[in-house]
């Protein structure tokens, strides 16, 4: 499947209710590319994310990932989602388990991995987010950076191809960004497939390789981010990003 | 003005409260007067009888009473896992199912339930419940316990964020997985105080069992005091086996409030 995009998306719609959230998303992504959607709130740009892993169903339309089509209800879903990662707004620890358990549970229930395997893992990715100390503690005990750094080493466990971040730093303290970013620079610098939702615009300044401005429920403009966040073509891109730099 | 209309708000709660200590002591004395202490140390304190009573209240009476009671709990609970899922299911007939029986055994009294496993079920389905009054004491009360503790655990489930389920599922779980590693050991958590008070009212539930016929050997405790009271003429046997029932349930109750504490200051 080497040949094959590890996403691509054709025609997607997606409603809620009588709520056209989606209407009709086209989306190629190559291996190694990391996309950062821009768009106000509403737009759709977390839902398309969604879509992606089959949080939301698509009304129509199809998510290819890897050659396999997962809006096809013969695949296996469940191990399709394996080699897709997810980070999300709200971090979702499992505030039941240690961080080091937060790390091997789906290592070994999912992949079936050994306590040793799993445990091994888990460690080298903690100390790809630099938070080898904290293997003991309770997610509570964690500042809202460290949480979602462990969220990230918690999906890397599972060795996915791709990761899709939903506004990862949106909910964290602003002191606490730049500790989160550092870490998904790092995975774009080792050639991860990134897809992020995000409002911040440096970092897709930055990092991306292609950004894409969405509002109601369409990608208005893409192209690299020197283009669309330095000179946009589009009337709304405008005046999203005029609005954005005025906070 | 303002303070003026305080203060003598303040003032007249106090004198209020003084008025109900006096009368309260008033009665006190007067009952202390009237009360015909031997009359109610003979009724209720007799030590004969107490003595009497031991050891079988305890090794018979307290004993059946927690076996019945863990056994119904055990099946109950397993029971309204099932059933609380049932009823979160996308498949519509699971969910009718659910719904029907948790409202069929919360409508109905316990003893009706009983009743029905101990002597319904023989004369209407030609079906016996094996185990004597533990079998059928089991899947009565147990039928009662699930209905109450099958919406309790729904409530549990659906008080655990849903990003759980979504981070869940995201690292490639199934739901089944999902339900079980990560959503059911947060909604326990959450709900051990309510399911505790369950188990307290079971405890109670359990004198509903004499109408099923006991066997010397199979007695719990209300069963064993209301034998010992027809014998004896006497109510200290059931000044007994309340307070057998009290050391039975009073560190429970004690118990829930700690945890109580405990998940409060854990939010």
């Known amino acids: ?247 | 003005m303002v303070v003026v209309a305080k203060s003598s708000r303040v003032r007249k709660a106090k004198i209020r409260r003084w008025i109900i200590y006096a009368i309260t002591v008033v009665v006190l004395v007067i009952l202390a007067f009237t009360i015909d202490w031997a009359t109610l140390q003979q009724a209720f304190f007799q030590p004969d009888i107490i003595r009497a009573m031991l050891p079988e209240v305890i090794t018979i009476g307290a004993k059946n009473t927690i076996i019945y009671t863990t056994m119904a709990f055990a099946f109950g609970l397993i029971l309204a896992l099932f059933l609380a899922l049932m009823k979160r299911s996308t498949i519509a007939p699971y969910r009718w199912f659910a719904t029907g029986f948790i409202e069929l055994f919360r409508g109905l009294p316990a003893l009706i339930t009983i009743i029905l496993v101990a002597f319904g079920l023989p004369i209407a389905l030609g079906i016996r419940v094996p185990g004597g009054t533990l079998g059928k004491g089991t899947l009565g009360l147990g039928l009662v316990a699930a209905a109450y503790m099958a919406e309790t655990i729904r409530a549990g489930v659906e008080a655990v964020p849903r990003g759980q389920m979504e981070a869940a599922r995201s690292l490639g779980m199934t739901r089944g997985k999902a339900m079980t590693y990560i959503i059911l050991p947060q909604a326990f958590r959450i709900i051990i105080p309510p399911l505790t008070n369950e188990l307290v009212l079971l405890i109670k539930d359990t004198s509903l069992l004499f109408v099923i016929g006991t066997t010397p050997l199979s007695k719990e405790l209300t069963k064993f005091a209301r034998d010992f009271m027809t014998e004896t003429q006497n109510a200290t046997p059931l000044t007994v086996a309340a307070i057998m029932y009290l050391i039975i349930t009073l560190p429970l109750t004690y118990l829930v409030r700690r945890l109580e504490k405990r998940t409060n200051k854990g939010r």
């Not at chain 1, 989606?22 to 994310?49: F, N």
């Not at chain 1, 610098?189 to 991306?208: K, R, S």
């Not at chain 1, 999203?240 to 005025?246: E, I, N, T």
């Open chain 1, 1 to 247: 499947m080497s040949d094959a995009p590890p996403i691509l998306i054709e025609g997607l719609h997606k409603y809620f209710g009588e709520l056209e959230v989606l209407k009709g998303v086209d989306l190629s992504v190559a291996s190694g590319e990391v996309i950062c959607v821009i768009g106000p709130s509403g737009s759709g740009k977390s839902t398309l994310l969604r879509c992606v892993n089959l949080l939301e169903q698509p009304t129509s339309g199809k998510v290819i990932i890897e050659g396999f089509d997962i809006t096809d209800p013969e695949t296996d879903v469940d191990a399709v989602r394996t080699k897709i990662g997810m980070v999300f707004q709200q971090f979702n620890l499992f505030p039941h388990l240690t961080v080091m358990k937060n790390l091997t549970i789906a290592q070994r229930k999912v992949l079936g991995r050994n306590e040793d395997e799993a445990v091994a893992t888990a460690t080298a990715m903690l100390e790809r987010v630099g938070l080898s100390d904290k293997h003991d503690e309770h997610p509570i005990r964690l500042s809202g950076g460290q949480q979602q750094r462990v969220a990230i080493a918690r999906s890397l466990c599972m060795n996915p191809d791709m990761m899709l971040f939903d506004e990862p730093t949106s909910a964290l303290d602003p002191e606490l960004i730049g500790e989160v970013l550092d870490v998904m620079r790092g995975l774009a610098l080792d050639g991860m497939t990134m897809m992020v939702v995000t409002h911040e615009m440096g970092f897709a300044n930055q990092v991306a390789d292609r950004v894409l401005f969405m509002d109601e429920g369409i990608i208005m403009e893409e192209g690299p981010p020197s283009q669309v966040l330095g000179e946009p073509r589009n009337e709304r891109t405008r005046r999203f990003l005029a609005a954005v730099a005025q906070t």
